[in-house]
């Protein structure tokens, strides 16, 4: 049973270029998550999905865009990368009902943008 | 606005000496308050979940409690691999999807 996966877990994009980060996970879980991780800032989240066919913007939307894909599959899209998406990114998902209940993380994506 | 601080940002620790980690969150309904455990290069681990105030959970060395307005997570004579970053995160009543606010994390470190 592998989790949340992530893909790839090392990027390096210059400036300008684009670029998708991939989540799977095979709990069966109806909510999934994209969070950012920067020194000194914690967790923060960018976007999610409370279940299939929805998305909603968290607390750092601008400059990403997602797509759920299917129950499955929550992608991450950088359109044209700045060095301030550099940062360490998060795939989660979330059995609950009604979103309640722990989330579960992958394993990270480590991106720097020149 | 909701928030989530924890202190201290880092804590330095003896083998065997115990302390405390704290978590002070201001949302407006608490649905749910998560301790999580992340190793370096790595993805949050869950460790507790607490939902009202004076629920108390525990794991090993690791204590977690709760009141109205912060957590402590408790560590018991810890040991060198209990060395982690601590993250503590509410869930709020009123959100939908289920998202987490999380503090900045307390980086520990445990000296044999």
């Known amino acids: 049973n592998a989790g949340v996966t992530q893909t790839p877990k090392f990027q390096v994009l210059k400036t300008g270029q684009s670029m998708t980060l991939q989540c799977a996970q095979d709990m069966n879980h109806n909510s999934m998550y994209w969070y950012r991780q920067d020194p000194g800032m914690g967790l923060r989240l960018i976007y999610y999905?409370?279940?299939?066919?929805?998305?909603d913007k968290g607390e750092v939307p601008n400059g990403y865009n997602v797509s759920r894909l299917n129950k499955r599959e929550f992608s991450l899209r950088l359109e044209s990368a700045a060095p301030s998406q550099t940062s360490v990114y998060f795939c989660?998902?979330?059995?609950?009902?009604?979103?309640?209940?722990?989330?579960?993380f992958g394993s990270g994506t480590q991106l720097s943008v020149l | 606005e909701d928030q989530v601080t924890q202190s201290p940002e880092a804590l330095r620790l003896q083998e065997g000496e115990s302390s405390s980690l704290n978590c002070s969150y201001t949302?407006?309904?608490?649905?749910?308050l998560f301790w999580y455990r992340q190793d370096p290069g790595k993805g949050p681990e869950f460790l507790f979940t607490l939902y009202s105030a004076g629920e108390e959970k525990e794991k090993e060395r690791l204590k977690a409690t709760l009141t109205k307005k912060e957590s402590f997570l408790h560590i018991t004579a810890p040991k060198p691999e209990d060395s982690a970053t601590y993250l503590c995160a509410v869930q709020e009543v009123y959100n939908q999807g289920g998202k987490l606010i999380f503090g900045q994390g307390t980086e520990l470190s445990v000296k044999p």
């Open positions: 989660a998902s979330n059995l609950g009902e009604g979103g309640r209940g722990k989330l579960f």
């Open positions: 999905s409370a279940s299939e066919g929805t998305t």
């Open positions: 949302v407006s309904g608490l649905r749910g």
